[in-house]
């Protein structure tokens, strides 16, 4: 299978505190990983690592088989974090124009989104079910549908990966449903690789193919195809 994160002995911390120690972790295309453990013990810093926004202090990273300090096709990789979702009820920006702002890259800075690239905002717009609300504005709608637009705004760059750190916080119970299933099929159906941080166990291990538990500075990655991972087994890893 194709690797398209690669950690090689990979350590981090603060000063004197050792967060992530020695981390060997191999990511394949089409995986869906949910990244859990309790709360403090590098979750986030672990995504953050994935995606240069922290530096390993020892050890070697590899995204989609290049050094990720060489790393430059950053159009390949979509984030999408718990802030995301804070846009002011009167923030005079639409659905369409959120998810057009990622296509600077392609027709360049202020210049108009041609047919062609607006076509392209549609359809990312449908397959997360939000094409009938891209002339309202994006502080108008609830947290789960911010979610969706941003979701779409990171699709529309056709990304081969897609990180997600605690993307449901504050959304409701049913939100979290639509959110999750949008993600399923984005998987099944694209391929696309989705890596999700989240606080939620007994919900994320539902959603995932695989789990990569965070526990005494190392990572353990559980497969999770068979949904065979019950509540007690669960609590078992997480204790002490």
């Not at 090689?8 to 453990?37: A, M, P, Q, R, T």
């Not at 959304?171 to 690789?193: A, C, M, P, R």
Request: hydrophobic letters at 40%; aromatic letters at 8%; zero cysteines.
């Amino acid at each position: 299978m194709d690797k398209v994160i690669k950690f090689n002995d990979v350590s981090f911390g603060y000063e004197d505190k050792v967060i992530l120690d020695n981390i060997n972790l191999n990511i394949n295309k089409g995986d869906y990983i949910g990244i859990i453990g309790q709360n403090g013990v590098g979750k986030s810093t672990l995504l953050k690592l994935m995606i240069n926004k922290l530096k390993p202090v020892k050890g070697s990273i590899d995204l989609l088989n290049k050094n990720i300090n060489n790393f430059d096709e950053w159009n390949k990789i979509g984030y999408v974090d718990q802030k995301s979702n804070s846009f002011s009820s009167s923030f005079p920006i639409t659905v369409e124009e959120v998810v057009s702002l990622s296509l600077v890259s392609k027709v360049g800075l202020f210049k108009r989104v041609s047919k062609k690239y607006k076509k392209e905002v549609d359809e990312v717009l449908k397959l997360v079910g939000m094409y009938e609300y891209k002339d309202r504005l994006i502080g108008s709608l609830s947290g789960g549908q911010q979610q969706k637009v941003f979701i779409a705004r990171e699709l529309v760059k056709s990304p081969e990966i897609l990180f997600l750190d605690e993307p449901t916080v504050g959304i409701d119970v049913n939100g979290q449903k639509e959110f999750y299933k949008i993600l399923k099929e984005l998987n099944e159906k694209l391929n696309l690789t989705i890596i999700i941080v989240s606080h939620d166990l007994f919900i994320v291990k539902e959603e995932v193919k695989k789990l990569a538990l965070i526990k005494n500075k190392k990572i353990e990655l559980i497969e999770n195809s068979k949904k065979d991972i019950d509540e007690s087994i669960m609590l078992n890893l997480f204790s002490s």
